[in-house]
């Protein structure tokens, strides 16, 4: 089985509100990624986690902040987004050096 | 600075056609060199990956042509169908012992019926 499953599909939400988004993938795989991709663009990378630590933040915004409470679950938790932030958010793992991704949360922030 | 140089941006083939997507890197340390497919709406998914060590890898109807010297690597649909219309991405470890992975801009390709 090498499935990565992201929760929810779809979100909404405004500007003052907190959310979370959701990964889950049960490979056994030890390192983990949140990806951001814009329409009709490549997904650039945003966190990366190695066994439960993050290991690498590309400058990304405090209003984004993850969250890694066991080897197969990773969180993203959202609060005070702006309009520029709407994207799909993938979640990623990896084992060796194939990263697998799951379908993405499509977000839209209003 | 783009490390994973990618064209075309768009390529409509007819079907039965050879596809033919083209990319360019720049760091030589990079060892592993993976092409994604990417359905709209859909998160990339692996299709086929290269290592500096072999010139050719194929698996079905893709074939992956790699040029060390040249610093390039290529992805081949052969004989393409509709179902192949989608947006493919090339890719590259990030380099400086740097987890994760650098994409290249995307192909938009469309299989004509």
């Known amino acids: 089985d090498t499935e990565v499953t992201q929760t929810p599909k779809h979100l909404v939400m405004g500007m003052t509100n907190k959310k979370s988004l959701k990964c889950e993938q049960h490979?056994?795989?030890?390192?983990m990624y949140w990806y951001k991709q814009k329409a009709k663009k490549p997904p650039e990378l945003m966190f990366v986690y190695s066994y439960e630590k993050l290991s690498i933040n590309e400058s990304v915004p405090s209003r984004f902040s993850p969250e890694c409470p066991n080897s197969s679950l990773l969180n993203l938790h959202l609060h005070a987004l702006q309009p520029e932030d709407s994207a799909l958010y993938l979640c990623?793992?990896?084992?060796?050096?194939?990263?697998?991704f799951g379908p993405g949360t499509r977000l839209t922030v209003l | 600075q783009q490390q994973v140089k990618q064209s075309p941006q768009s390529l409509i083939v007819q079907k039965g056609g050879i596809s033919i997507i083209n990319c360019a890197y720049e760091?030589?340390?990079?060892?592993?060199f993976p092409w994604y497919q990417q359905f709209p709406g859909k998160g990339p998914a692996l299709l086929i990956a290269?290592?500096?060590?072999?010139s050719e890898k194929k698996e079905g109807r893709f074939t992956i042509s790699f040029n060390k010297s040249a610093k390039q690597f290529s992805l081949h649909i052969m004989d393409s169908q509709p179902g192949d219309s989608a947006t493919y991405f090339c890719?590259?470890?990030?380099?400086?012992?740097?987890?994760?992975?650098?994409f290249g801009k995307g192909t938009h390709l469309i299989i004509q019926p």
């Open positions: 890719a590259a470890p990030r380099g400086g012992g740097a987890d994760g992975l650098t």
């Open positions: 760091n030589t340390a990079f060892d592993y």
């Open positions: 290269i290592r500096p060590d072999v």
């Open positions: 490979m056994g795989h030890r390192a």
């Open positions: 990623a793992s990896r084992w060796g050096d194939t990263q697998y």
